[in-house]
C-alpha cells in the first residue's frame, strides 16, 4: 500500500489535473472529479472526498490546485455545510447519509443552513420549543427558528427540536436534517440595524420529516449539536490576516490619507487600538503555530472575544474619525446579501454589523463564562433548570 | 509537509523543548529560594539581594551569559532564551539584577567592539555572573538621549545620575559620558552609590555619584550612543516577557484563591462579575504572551521588525501586567491590601515596570512615526 505523504498528495493531484483540465472542464464537473478522487478534504474518509490522510497535509493539495488555476467550490458561499453541517454528518450520520449529503454539500450544489436559534432561545439554546412528533415513519416539526443565514437559498437544514418535554432540556432534543423545498417551511427575511438582511426567520409548519433524516440516537441531540458549535466557533476565531489586514486597515488608510481629520484625542486612541489590533493579530498566528506543532491550547476561545471587541471599537473610532461624513450612511435600502463583507463597506455600515460581533455565535458574556469556568477551572455559578422537565421550565 | 511561504516567515511564537526544560530549572531554583515570604524578608531587611541565588541562577544554571557568544565565555544562546529567564523572575518578582546586568548592561557591551580587551575581559565576567554591571541611566529612560551623560575631566569621570536600578548591587557601572562609555568600577574612590527609598522594593533603585571617579573608556561617542541605543532597546523586549510572567502569577494565584475563598456560602470565584474579570484578564495574558514572544524572536533573530516588535510588546504588555496586579489585589479582597500578602510586591513592580525603559505612551509615539501614523 502506498503510503500518504505529501509527494504522494501531489501525485494525485497531477493525475486529478491531467484527467480533468481545469481550462477544458466544466466548474461543478471538475469538483465533483476531485471529491471522488479523495482530494476534497483528505482528512475525510475514502470514497466521501478524503483519503484518511492527516488533516496537515490539506495545503498541499490546496496549493497545487491553486498553482493549476484550478477552480475551487466557493467556501464562503457554503460555510455552514463546509464547517458545520458536514463534521455533524460525518461523526453522526448513517453510511446512506453521508453518501447522500456530503458530495453535493462540498460541490456546492446544495446550500445548507443551520436551523438552532430561536426567539425563545438565544444564550439558553437547549430551552428551544420547536417540537418534533412522531407519526409513523415521520417526526411532524411545528416551530419558530431565528438567525438563519442561507436560509433563502438553502436546499437542506440542521436542526434541532424537542422529542419529549417531559426530559430535562437537554436531554430531550433530537437532531435532523430538514428539506427547505418542504411546504411547511417558510423564510421569511429578518432585516438588522444595518438595514439589509443577512438572516431570515423561519416558520416551521406541520413539516414532516423522515426518520432515516435523524442525525444520532433519538434524544441525543444536544450531544449532536455540540459538535456543530465546536466547529463553528473554530471557524468563527480561525482566519490568518496581514499586519492592518483587518478593521484597523481602513481607519488607518484614512488617517493617512486625510491630515485634516487628525485630532490629538483621536490619535491616542488610534495608535492603543492599532497595537491592540496587532497583538490580536500575533495571538492568532500563535494559535495557529500551536495547533501545526500538534499542541492545541484553549486560545482559540478567547480569539472571538478578542476581535469583537475591536471590530467595535476601531469602528466606532472610524465613524467619529469622519467627522460630518460620519453622520451620513450609504443607503437604508432593504437588500438580501448573499455573503457578509465587513471591509468592503463603508465606516457607518461597519459600525453597526460589528454589533452582532458580540453576540453571533456565542455571546461574549457566554464566552467569558466558558473561558472562566473550562479554561480556569471557577466553580459554575449554581443552576436550578439542570434536572427539571422542559416542560416545566420558567418561559 | 511544507507550510505555506507566508507562515515560514513569520516569527516563532511558541517555546523549543530547551526552553521548557530552562523554564523548569529556573522555577524550581526560585521555588526552592525565593517565596514570598522569603523575598518579603529580604526587601525589609538591609540586603534585598541574595547572593546565593544568584550564583545558582547565573553562574551554575548559566542563565548570566545566555546572550554572550561562548568564545567569550558565555552560552551562546539568545534572547527567546533569556526571555524565558525572566517570565520565571517577573512569576517570582525575584530581586535579582537580571535584567539589568545580564540583558542591558551584556547587550550594550556586545554592540561594541567585543574583541577588545576591556570589554571582553568584562563581558565575560558578566556571562559567568562573577561580576554585575548596570548601564548608569535612570531606570525610566528609553533611548540614549533620555540619559544624563556624565562629564569627563582629565580622564576622570564626573557627574550624576538618578534612579538607577540594581546600582547597588554593582560591582561596574557602564557610565555614558560626553566623552563615551566608560566603565566605572564601584569600589573606586570618587564613587558613591546612595540607595533610594523605591515604589518596587524588589528592585530598588539608587543615585549614583561620580567625582574624579577613574574608569576604563569602552567606546567612543558615537559607538556609546549607538551601544546605549541596543542596550535599551533588549531591555524594553524582554521586560515584556517580566511582565507576563508577572501577570501570569496575578491570575493564577486570583483564580485559585477565589476558587477557596468562601463568602454568601459560594466560592466568591462562581460569581459571574468576578468570574468574567478573570477570564478577560486571562484573554489579555494570552496576548501578552504573543506580543512578547514576537519582541523576544524578532530581538533573538536581528529582524528588521525588531523596534517595532519591542514597541508593539511595550505598549501592551505594561498595561496588562499593571492590570493583573490591580484585579489581584481588587479580587483577593481584604486580604489582597495586607502587608502580609504578597501581591503588593507585584502591584509595586508592575507600576514600576511600566514606567521602565519608557512608558506604554512613549512606546505609542514610537509606533506611530514607524507606521506612519502621525500626530496632528
Known amino acids: ?395 | 509537509m511544507t507550510a505555506p511561504t507566508e507562515e515560514n516567515q513569520a516569527p516563532d511564537l511558541l517555546y523549543s523543548e530547551a526552553e521548557d526544560d530552562l523554564r523548569a530549572a529556573v522555577r524550581s531554583l526560585l521555588a526552592d529560594r525565593c517565596d514570598a515570604p522569603t523575598v518579603l524578608a529580604r526587601v525589609e531587611s538591609d540586603a534585598p539581594y541574595d547572593p546565593q541565588l544568584w550564583k545558582a541562577l547565573a553562574a551554575d544554571i548559566g542563565t548570566a551569559g545566555l546572550l554572550v557568544p561562548e568564545k567569550l565565555g558565555g552560552q551562546g544562546a539568545g534572547h527567546r532564551e533569556a526571555a524565558v529567564v525572566l517570565e520565571e523572575l517577573g512569576r517570582s518578582v525575584a530581586p535579582a539584577p537580571y535584567l539589568t546586568s545580564a540583558v542591558v548592561a551584556t547587550e550594550t557591551l556586545l554592540a561594541l567592539a567585543a574583541q577588545d580587551r576591556p570589554v571582553a575581559g568584562l563581558l565575560g565576567d558578566l556571562a559567568t555572573g562573577r561580576r554585575i554591571a548596570v548601564l548608569a541611566v535612570p531606570f525610566s529612560a528609553a533611548a540614549p538621549d533620555a540619559a544624563q551623560p556624565a562629564g569627563v575631566v582629565a580622564g576622570a569621570v564626573e557627574g550624576m545620575v538618578t534612579g538607577v536600578a540594581d546600582a547597588v548591587t554593582a560591582d561596574v557601572l557602564l557610565v555614558p559620558t560626553t566623552d563615551g562609555l566608560y566603565a566605572v568600577e564601584t569600589g573606586t574612590a570618587g564613587v558613591s552609590v546612595e540607595p533610594l527609598v523605591s515604589l518596587d522594593l524588589t528592585r530598588p533603585l539608587a543615585t549614583v555619584r561620580l567625582a574624579k571617579a577613574a574608569g576604563t573608556r569602552l567606546a567612543d561617542g558615537a559607538s556609546a550612543v549607538s551601544a546605549v541605543r541596543r542596550g535599551l532597546l533588549a531591555g524594553a523586549g524582554l521586560l515584556a516577557s517580566e511582565q507576563l510572567g508577572l501577570a501570569e502569577w496575578c491570575l493564577t494565584e486570583t483564580v485559585r484563591y477565589t476558587r477557596e475563598r468562601h463568602q454568601f456560602n459560594r466560592p466568591v470565584g462562581s460569581f459571574q462579575s468576578l468570574k468574567h474579570r478573570m477570564a478577560q484578564l486571562w484573554l489579555e495574558v494570552v496576548s501578552a504572551r504573543a506580543a512578547a514572544r514576537n519582541a523576544a524572536d524578532a530581538l533573538a533573530t536581528g529582524s528588521p521588525d525588531t523596534p517595532l516588535a519591542v514597541a508593539v510588546a511595550q505598549a501592551y504588555c505594561s498595561k496588562v501586567a499593571v492590570h493583573a496586579a490591580e484585579e489581584c489585589i481588587q479580587l483577593h479582597g481584604g486580604i489582597g491590601m495586607t502587608w502580609e500578602h504578597p501581591a503588593h510586591l507585584y502591584l509595586k513592580r508592575a507600576k514600576a515596570d511600566s514606567i521602565a525603559y519608557g512608558t506604554a505612551g512613549h512606546h505609542r509615539e514610537v509606533i506611530a512615526e514607524l507606521v506612519e501614523l502621525p500626530a496632528p
Request: with cysteine; net charge neutral; aromatic share 6%.
Open chain 1, 1 to 395: 500500500m502506498t503510503t500518504l505523504d505529501a509527494d504522494e498528495l501531489r501525485r494525485r493531484t497531477q493525475d486529478l489535473l491531467a484527467a480533468h483540465p481545469p481550462a477544458a472542464t466544466d466548474r461543478t464537473d471538475f469538483l465533483k472529479a476531485r471529491f471522488d478522487a479523495g482530494l476534497a478534504w483528505v482528512h475525510y474518509p475514502a470514497g466521501l472526498g478524503g483519503l484518511d490522510a492527516p488533516r496537515s497535509l490539506q495545503p498541499v493539495v490546496d496549493a497545487a490546485l491553486a498553482a493549476a488555476g484550478a477552480p475551487d467550490n466557493d467556501p464562503r458561499r457554503i460555510g455552514i455545510g463546509l464547517g458545520m453541517a458536514a463534521p455533524t454528518i460525518l461523526g453522526y450520520g448513517t453510511d446512506e447519509q453521508k453518501r447522500r449529503f456530503l458530495r453535493p454539500l462540498w460541490v456546492g450544489e446544495e446550500v445548507w443552513c443551520q436551523l438552532f436559534s430561536e426567539p425563545g432561545a438565544g444564550s439558553d439554546l437547549a430551552a428551544l420549543g420547536t417540537r418534533a412528533v412522531r407519526d409513523g415513519e415521520d417526526w411532524v416539526v411545528d416551530g419558530q427558528k431565528v438567525w438563519t443565514s442561507s436560509a433563502h437559498l438553502a436546499r437542506w437544514a440542521i436542526l434541532i427540536a424537542r422529542t419529549d418535554p417531559d426530559q430535562p432540556k437537554h436531554r430531550g432534543i433530537s437532531y435532523f436534517i430538514c428539506d427547505m423545498t418542504d411546504p411547511g417551511v417558510e423564510v421569511r427575511p429578518l432585516r438588522q440595524i444595518t438595514g439589509e438582511a443577512e438572516f431570515n426567520e423561519v416558520f416551521l409548519t406541520g413539516v414532516r420529516i423522515p426518520d432515516s433524516r435523524r442525525l444520532g440516537p433519538v434524544g441525543e441531540g444536544w450531544k449532536v449539536a455540540r459538535t456543530t458549535l465546536m466547529n463553528e466557533r473554530v471557524s468563527i476565531g480561525g482566519a490568518r490576516i496581514p499586519r492592518e489586514g483587518g478593521m484597523i486597515g481602513p481607519v488607518a488608510r484614512t488617517w493617512r490619507a486625510r491630515p485634516e481629520l487628525r485630532t490629538h484625542d483621536l490619535h491616542q486612541r488610534l495608535l492603543t487600538l492599532w497595537v491592540e489590533a496587532e497583538v490580536a493579530r500575533l495571538t492568532g498566528t500563535r494559535l495557529r503555530q500551536q495547533l501545526v506543532a500538534g499542541q492545541p491550547g484553549p486560545e482559540g476561545s478567547g480569539m472571538k472575544l478578542a476581535f469583537a471587541r475591536l471590530n467595535q471599537e476601531i469602528s466606532g473610532l472610524e465613524v467619529e474619525l469622519l467627522g460630518q461624513e460620519g453622520l451620513l450612511y450609504s443607503e437604508w435600502t432593504m437588500r438580501r446579501p448573499e455573503l457578509v463583507d465587513f471591509t468592503g463597506r463603508d465606516a457607518g455600515y461597519r459600525y453597526l454589523r460589528s454589533k452582532g460581533n458580540s453576540i453571533e455565535g456565542g455571546t461574549s458574556e457566554v464566552l467569558l463564562n466558558i473561558v472562566a469556568e473550562r479554561v480556569l477551572g471557577l466553580p459554575v455559578e449554581p443552576r436550578n433548570d439542570k434536572d427539571v422537565a422542559w416542560k416545566d421550565l420558567a418561559r
